[in-house]
């Protein structure tokens, strides 16, 4: 079973690095299943990235004047895709659930006459330690603070605070995160796998 292990860490780094050798990348980060990278600009992965390909197909892009940093030991699931024109930073310990989107650009202007023109990008910050659930969606412009949870279906068009729970679509502020609360959905995760595994 140890062995099986072994190999199947090994296997996950190496795909990382070929997945992300056009990027700036840390150590021991994994992936596993095929991720769909696309760099025309900068990416920067760091220390201990986990991200997970399969069974649905997670894409990373970087545009030409974009900039996609992904912090140590954050974990991203399959299925999801994170679009940098400008700037998508997600910090330290973050973990984003499956299906999630974060764009910083919505590629057409709205108005009838302008749709065939590319609006200005607007940057999206993940603080350190956010969760986001499942199928969670993240426009331009958007900043979500450190240690907040987003629920499952959401729509985040605008800044979400420090440490609190938010959900719906827009996305908005349901309660404060109580210590208890905030050591569940993230940190107690993480303390049940072993340093090998993160």
């Not at 062995?3 to 990027?23: D, P």
């Not at 399959?78 to 679009?83: E, K, N, P, T, V």
């Not at 984003?96 to 302008?114: A, K, Q, S, T, Y």
Request: with cysteine; net charge positive.
């Amino acid at each position: 079973m140890k062995l099986q292990q072994l190999w199947q860490n090994g296997c996950a780094v190496l795909r990382a690095k070929w997945a992300f050798r056009r990027a700036t990348l840390g150590q021991r980060v994994r992936a596993w299943g095929p991720l769909r990278v696309a760099n025309y600009g900068q990416m920067i992965i760091g220390d201990r990235v986990r991200l997970v390909s399969e069974p649905a197909v997670l894409e990373l892009v970087a545009g030409r004047n974009g900039r996609l940093e992904i912090g140590e030991r954050s974990f991203i699931n399959y299925g999801g895709s994170i679009s940098a024109h400008k700037l998508v930073q997600i910090g330290p310990r973050c973990n984003i659930g499956p299906h999630v989107l974060l764009m910083d650009n919505n590629f057409h202007r709205l108005e009838p006459d302008r749709r065939d023109e590319m609006p200005p990008s607007r940057p999206i910050i993940l603080e350190e330690n956010v969760f986001l659930g499942a199928r969670v969606i993240v426009l331009g412009g958007v900043t979500i603070g450190r240690d907040s949870v987003v629920g499952a279906g959401s729509v985040v068009t605008r800044d979400i605070p420090p440490g609190v729970i938010a959900a719906g679509n827009p996305a908005k502020v349901i309660r404060p995160l109580e210590p208890e609360a905030d050591q569940s959905p993230i940190s107690s995760l993480q303390s049940t796998q072993s340093e090998e595994q993160l």
